[in-house]
Structure formats: structure tokens, C-alpha cells
């Protein structure tokens, strides 16, 4: 008889390796892993990194750090020009609605001193600026807007553009509510496109760029602003004064704590020309004007 070896004894049966799980969605099984905290995220979760995936909290915090973009003057950088093209669109619908309705839209929104001082109608400091004369008055009008607005947008931002755009506009305004006569009614977007074109000088001294084209410009409209009848000097001068200092003052901002200085500029503007204006109207109303 031989006699046989005594058989092994049996191995313990290895555990199954437990599949892990998205730490977000534990209900899902996955075994990829955030790049950066090695956290496994199911596709959910997942965000393209430079190599691999990292999950949203390690992408948030990586953002962070990351200093956003800025445009010239400190506005968020602009790729389309939405404040320029719907300023664009305002007018010539209102100008639209001036052609079907008659003159009851431009009555109701023109500027003139009597309406704001006598009957408390403040809004049309600005509506005023989005009527217009004529064909020929608002061609020039949107042409110029076109020809600027885009440059000025990308360079202030968005709001800080639209500021500048109604600021100028109600600058115009109220130099007309000073000096105009009380009965003589007043439309045009040409105290903003004024104040636009002040900004661009501003913008071209700023960056040290050649501003011969648009300080020809500038005094070639101002020519004819007095040279031609039927136009608003008050709109025009006031507009163009109103854009070039609040630009000034937007431009040359200090860039520590540029917004807040910005912000100071824009409501110090709004503050003074609202003084002139309670000033004005309280004038008129007291039968001073």
C-alpha cells in the first residue's frame, strides 16, 4: 500500500472587491476618479480637466483663483454688442410708431420744459431721446450709433455703455431745460450720440491713439448744430459735455477699486443733473423762468 498525501485544506474564498460609487450619486457605481481629490464621480459629475475628470467642487474651487477677464475700462468683456444693437431696435420702432400712429407719440414723448415743470412728466428727459424729426433725423442718428457704439461698448462694458448712452441723453435735455424756450418742444437721440462721440475722444486720448477723425467730426456736427435751423443746440452741447466728463471720469478711473469709483462717477452725475433739474422745474413753476 502507498500511501497518499494528505490534501490541502481548503482556502478561505476571497472577499469580492466592493465597487465603489459616486460620492454625489451613491446610487451609481463607477470607478473613475476626480483627478484632484481621487473622489470617484460617475459621467454625471464628470468635468474635463487637463488630464482626466475632476468633480464640480474641485473645478469651483479651482475657478476661484482664476482672475476674470476685464475689458478696457473694467467692464466684463463684451463678444456681442447687445446694448448697441438694442438701442438701435428702440428707435426705430419708435420711430415705427411715429409713422403709423401720427404726431400723438411724438407729442407724448418729446421733451419740452413746460410738460416736465408743470405737469411732473420727468420721463421725458429721456423719452425724448428715442424720438425722432424725420428720415433723414434718425438715419444719422442710428448711422452714428452704429459707426461708435460697438467700439465704446466693448470697451466700457455693458452697463457702464448704457450709462453713459442715457446720461449723455438726459444731459441734453436738461441744458434744454434751462435755456429752451418753455413751449418749444424737443426729439432726438442726438444729445446721447454727442455724448458718444465726447467718449470716443476720451477713449482715443486715454489709450494714446490718433483722435484727429473724431475731433473733426465732433466740431463738423457742431458747425452745422449752429450753422442749420430747427436744430436743439441745448440737446447737442449738453450731451456732448454730459459723455465727454462722465467718459472722463470712467476712463481714468484709478483701477484700484475701479468699480467703486466707477459707480461714484455714474450716481454723481445722475445726483447733479437730478439737482438741476428740481432746481429748473422749481424755477418754472414759481414763474421765475
Not at 188 to 207: D, E, P, Q, W
Request: aromatic letters at 8%; one cysteine or more; a positive charge.
Amino acid at each position: 500500500m502507498t500511501s497518499q498525501p494528505p490534501s490541502p485544506p481548503p482556502q478561505p474564498e476571497q472577499p469580492a472587491e466592493a465597487v465603489p460609487t459616486c460620492y454625489r450619486h451613491p446610487d451609481k457605481e463607477t470607478w473613475v476618479r476626480c483627478q484632484r481629490c481621487e473622489r470617484p464621480i460617475c459621467p454625471d459629475c464628470m468635468r474635463d480637466a487637463a488630464v482626466g475628470f475632476q468633480c464640480p467642487e474641485c473645478v469651483a474651487d479651482g475657478n476661484r483663483g482664476i482672475r476674470q477677464a476685464k475689458s478696457t475700462f473694467g467692464g466684463g468683456v463684451v463678444r456681442t454688442t447687445y446694448v448697441t444693437w438694442t438701442l438701435l431696435v428702440v428707435n426705430v420702432l419708435v420711430f415705427g410708431a411715429q409713422y403709423l400712429v401720427g404726431n400723438s407719440v411724438t407729442l407724448e414723448l418729446a421733451m419740452w420744459p413746460n410738460g416736465v415743470a408743470m405737469l411732473d412728466q420727468y420721463y421725458r428727459l429721456i423719452s425724448a431721446a428715442f424720438v425722432h424729426g424725420g428720415l433723414l433725423h434718425i438715419l444719422f442718428n442710428c448711422w452714428a450709433l452704429y459707426a461708435v457704439g460697438p467700439q465704446l461698448e466693448r470697451a466700457f462694458g455693458h452697463v457702464r455703455f448704457l450709462a453713459l448712452y442715457l446720461i449723455s441723453a438726459l444731459g441734453g435735455s436738461v441744458l434744454g431745460l434751462w435755456l429752451d424756450a418753455l413751449n418749444t418742444p424737443t426729439v432726438g437721440a442726438s444729445g446721447a450720440i454727442f455724448g458718444l462721440f465726447g467718449a470716443m475722444f476720451v477713449m482715443g486720448r486715454r489709450l494714446n491713439l490718433d483722435v484727429r477723425g473724431i475731433a473733426v467730426l465732433i466740431i463738423i456736427n457742431l458747425a452745422i448744430t449752429f450753422l442749420a435751423s430747427g436744430i436743439s443746440w441745448t440737446g447737442h452741447i449738453g450731451g456732448l459735455i454730459t459723455g465727454t466728463l462722465l467718459s472722463g471720469a470712467l476712463a481714468y478711473a484709478p483701477k484700484n477699486n475701479r468699480t467703486l469709483w466707477q459707480g461714484l462717477a455714474i450716481a454723481g452725475a445722475l445726483a447733479l443733473l437730478a439737482v438741476l433739474v428740481m432746481v429748473r422745474t422749481s424755477a418754472i413753476i414759481s414763474g421765475a423762468g
